[in-house]
């Protein structure tokens, strides 16, 4: 087989067999096809796409291409939830410790932030002493004993995506349904869970830019995942503002405690009740999604949720003081309000750009060497529909040295103003 004969082929939108794809990940992994090479076909395939048949090809021989984890020992139902990445997206920190209240078993593998997204493990570390590596027979046992470990992906669990995903970040391949569902489910496939809920985001903060975009590549999620016999749902979500309000790592650490307390932001805990009553409900623990929103509004109303999350934090080396006082964890040493000066109603407070405004004063990272600075970060005063006036303030910037004024002019532009009422967003588009 020639590499070169795999790219015409695809260049001319002939399908790919399962043995010429295994052939590629199997080789290209073993460091045997060159990274231009491999360039070119990822190009062809976000031009022409992939069947589905190709694409659940490339998804097993991804997910062959390293470990997979052995949850079986594990008793309980074991489930896991994917978001396609995002603003101010927190949703394991509070979503995980309710599902295992509930008595859902969470073995949670999860992603650092890069660009305008935010990661977990990042989020995480802001908590003095968190450890996010634990060993498989560590996390295994955690999982058991408390119902559930959130760590980081180990390094051989689908070497396959990490070559892939570096290489398509640098050559414009990202964006492409074929690539982003093999990768994420393969690693799904892997990490072992048997129910999975996956939120796939749409709008100017997510990969897919339209509500359409983000059906058809959860359907092709939703399709690889069950060829495998998993359980898998999604939730389609808008993400043209962030959610929630805080962006930045410990600040949305706090929120999540906040909301894990009942006090969060309303779309943020909309979503969590949602993916929980859905995940709760596929996974058999509840009737029906009803009843799965109810179980999960009664561990927030009982604390039994904050409970889980302190013992969580406390089994990972973590400061559990700092879940109880959230006013412990890292603290900015400046906090500035931007104040309106218009009268009107927010129209949209733009996601990309607000995520890219906070990784620039230190919450995110540009490059893979950038450092965190976990205190940093922005909180929202407003959001899309509300009225303001001239003293408003729309946003708190949490910061450690001068904001330039040209940053703090980009934060103003990202709240679009209308002078007319502006719906109300809908957050969850559709539930699949
Ligand atoms: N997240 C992933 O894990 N992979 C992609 O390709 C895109 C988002």
Redesign the pocket.
């Known amino acids: 087989m020639r590499f070169v004969d795999i790219i015409e082929k695809k260049r001319w939108k002939e399908e790919l067999t399962e043995e010429e794809i295994r052939w590629w990940i199997l080789r290209y992994v073993a460091g045997e096809i060159p990274d231009y090479q491999v360039s070119a076909l990822l190009m062809a395939i976000c031009l022409n796409g992939m069947t589905a048949r190709e694409t659940s090809a490339l998804t097993m021989a991804m997910m062959e291409s390293g470990e997979t984890i052995d949850l079986s020992r594990i008793e309980g139902i074991k489930v896991d939830k994917?978001s396609?990445?995002g603003v101010g997206d927190k949703t394991t920190l509070a979503l995980g410790p309710m599902l295992a209240a509930c008595g859902a078993k969470v073995a949670k593998m999860s992603?650092r932030g890069l660009g305008s997204t935010g990661g977990t493990l990042d989020k995480l570390e802001s908590i003095r002493g968190f450890n996010c590596y634990l060993d498989k027979e560590t996390f295994i046992r955690q999982v058991q004993d408390i119902g559930i470990a959130v760590i980081g992906q180990t390094e051989s669990l689908v070497p396959a995506?990490k070559k892939?995903?570096a290489l398509?970040d640098v050559t414009g391949t990202?964006a492409?349904i074929p690539?982003?569902?093999?990768?994420?489910i393969s690693?799904k496939l892997a990490a072992g869970a048997e129910v999975i809920e996956l939120d796939v985001k749409y709008g100017d903060g997510a990969?897919m830019k339209t509500a359409k975009e983000a059906v058809e590549l959860a359907r092709m999620m939703i399709y690889l995942g069950e060829a495998c016999g998993r359980k898998v749902r999604a939730m389609i979500t808008d993400m043209n503002e962030p959610l929630g309000r805080a962006i930045g790592n410990a600040l949305e650490v706090k929120e999540a405690v906040d909301t894990l307390r009942g006090q969060g932001p309303a779309d943020f805990t909309e979503l969590v009740l949602s993916s929980g009553a859905n995940i709760l409900a596929e996974a058999g623990l509840t009737a029906d999604k009803t009843e799965g929103r109810r179980k999960m509004e009664a561990v927030i109303a009982d604390g039994s949720a904050l409970k889980k999350l302190k013992q969580m934090v406390r089994a990972q080396g973590g400061d559990a003081d700092q879940i109880e006082h959230p006013e412990l964890l890292p603290k900015a040493d400046f906090v500035t309000p931007v104040f309106s000066k218009e009268r009107g109603y927010i129209r949209r407070a733009r996601a990309l750009e607000l995520g890219r405004l906070a990784m620039e004063i230190g919450a995110g990272r540009e490059t893979k060497e950038d450092v965190i600075h976990p205190e940093t970060g922005i909180v929202l005063g407003k959001k899309t529909g509300d009225f303001v006036k001239p003293g408003d303030i729309l946003a708190w910037v949490h910061h450690r040295g001068p904001l330039e004024g040209e940053w703090l002019e980009r934060l103003y532009t990202a709240f679009e103003m209308s002078a007319e009422p502006v719906p109300e967003k809908q957050l969850i588009y559709k539930t699949l």
Request: glycine share 12%.
């Open positions: 994917h396609t990445g992603g995506d892939l995903y398509r990202v492409s690539l982003i569902a093999s990768s994420i690693k990969f």
